[in-house]
């Protein structure tokens, strides 16, 4: 079972990832809307319905990259600590995009356009979306388009080395980007408010980049475990 603390860490990578997520996904989520004037009781279950097909393929996604993980694993410790290092540095990188202090990810983004590219017809078939049905094919399907933040998440989840803890990981930084993602009410609009704010999104990029530090191999390790052993006390 995956450390509740890993969990939490997934869960604010998606939360405060959640503006980008809406950058990439709002079009789709106007797509939802349109043409349901008459009826706007039938929005929220079109929209639950594309978000759990969207965070059922991070799921997935995430099982596939824990299993690579683990194989890799097998390989010995070098590969161990080559894994490890490579998850830390992804962390830095996402936690520097999480501040907006950095964008790099974007590039990584370009590498995942060939996996998307053959995707995309299917995807837009389904619109316009009447029914819950094609609303969670639709989500399923668009869980799979190139996005730095999913793609660096995968690469720490990996690092798990289990199908299982991976998917766990991947289904908390889903749920992390519910509540901007459904983007309706007023709720809603202040925790979009609160999430693009420069001051949150500061602290919670330095808080993703300390727990990058912690993931790094190195004797570093136990003077970083003394500020994270608050949080894991709690948990």
């Not at 969990?7 to 959640?18: D, E, H, R, S």
């Not at 830095?92 to 356009?113: F, S």
Request: overall charge positive.
């Amino acid at each position: 079972m995956t450390d509740l603390y890993l969990l939490l860490t997934a869960f604010t990578l998606g939360l405060f990832g959640g503006a980008h997520c809406v950058g990439m996904c709002g079009g789709i989520m106007a797509a939802l809307s349109s043409g349901m004037a008459p009826g706007k009781g039938r929005l929220l279950p079109l929209l639950l319905s594309y978000n759990l097909g969207r965070i059922l393929s991070y799921s997935l996604a995430g099982a596939l990259m824990g299993s690579l993980g683990w194989a890799l694993q097998q390989q010995g410790s070098l590969v161990v600590t080559g894994m490890r290092t490579l998850a830390g540095v992804m962390l830095i990188a996402m936690g520097l995009y999480l501040a907006n202090w950095w964008r790099g990810l974007v590039m990584v983004e370009r590498a995942g356009a060939l996996l998307w590219k053959p995707l995309q017809p299917y995807a837009s078939r389904l619109l316009p979306v009447q029914s819950a049905g094609p609303a969670l094919l639709l989500g399923l399907l668009w869980g799979w388009l190139p996005c730095g933040l999913v793609y660096s998440t995968l690469i720490w989840a990996a690092t798990q080395g289990s199908a299982l803890d991976a998917a766990q990981l991947m289904l908390a930084f889903g749920s992390g980007t519910l509540p901007l993602m459904l983007g309706a009410g007023i709720l809603s609009s202040r925790l979009g408010d609160v999430m693009r704010n420069r001051t949150t999104r500061g602290l919670a990029g330095m808080l993703v980049i300390l727990f990058g530090l912690w993931t790094l191999p190195g004797g570093h390790q136990q003077w970083l475990m003394q500020l994270f052993q608050p949080l894991a006390a709690g948990t």
